[in-house]
């Protein structure tokens, strides 16, 4: 893991992959400082840990802007669902439009790696709203053209959701039970636990950090998320 001070910011703490992703973080022997943006206290509290608490989401990006020091990395895993959010509309507003002013904020005050919790099989093509709309995030942080950009598509997430999603808890207790029975064999490329997936965010962000990865734009697919989140990071990352 990166020798160098780190700073880092997250968006989407709270959610099944965002709160991961802090503990990660706390937990990284390099003890990096931390700003998180959202709308929820905290649930966890280190000295190393800075929260910016706004219940008005649209203060988000200029707060960010705003950090001193910039952070060396912002993670989002920012994101809700047409039901939670109670429209289409409602949903964009925060998994595409939020999320694309954050990205901006962030490349005009110098992060040097954008980490973005995106979804496998989501194209700007697609004619299925969710996809296409998550596409059409992918291909818009491309454009602005980070130093380096990782982009994490994992299958279906395992793991505890505060909020209810009844016809994924049912696909994922199928697939935890099949992932029991195979030791991770039969699930692996179809789905990953939020914990791994995490840890392969923010293995994937240091790596850059570190000079390890040339490439500007690093698409994280789902094997590779097993290896950075789950193998690599088992022997120390």
Avoid at 28 to 33: I, N, T, V
Avoid at 101 to 106: F, G, P, T, W
Avoid at 189 to 195: F, G, S, Y
């Amino acid at each position: 893991m990166s020798e160098q001070t780190v700073s880092a910011a997250i968006v989407g703490y709270t959610g099944l992959v965002g709160s991961k992703i802090l503990s990660t973080l706390l937990s990284l022997p390099s003890h990096p400082s931390i700003d998180v943006l959202g709308r929820r206290s905290l649930p966890n509290t280190s000295p190393a840990l800075t929260a910016h608490i706004n219940s008005d989401t649209s203060v988000w990006p200029s707060t960010l802007s705003k950090l001193s020091p910039t952070p060396s990395i912002f993670l989002s895993a920012l994101g809700t669902t047409r039901g939670i959010a109670g429209s289409l509309e409602a949903q964009r507003a925060i998994d595409y439009d939020l999320n694309l002013a954050l990205a901006k904020a962030a490349k005009e005050s110098g992060v040097k790696v954008y980490v973005l919790i995106s979804s496998a099989m989501v194209s700007s093509s697609s004619s299925m709203p969710y996809s296409k709309m998550k596409g059409e995030l992918e291909d818009e942080v491309k454009k602005l053209d980070f130093p380096h950009t990782v982009i994490i598509k994992p299958g279906l997430l395992l793991g505890s959701r505060e909020d209810s999603r009844p016809a994924e808890a049912i696909a994922r207790s199928i697939v935890s039970v099949l992932g029991k029975l195979s030791n991770g064999w039969l699930t692996n490329p179809v789905a990953q636990d939020a914990d791994v997936v995490a840890k392969a965010a923010v293995n994937a962000g240091m790596q850059c950090l570190d000079g390890k990865r040339k490439e500007r734009v690093w698409v994280v697919n789902q094997s590779d998320i097993v290896k950075l989140g789950k193998t690599e990071w088992k022997a120390g990352p």
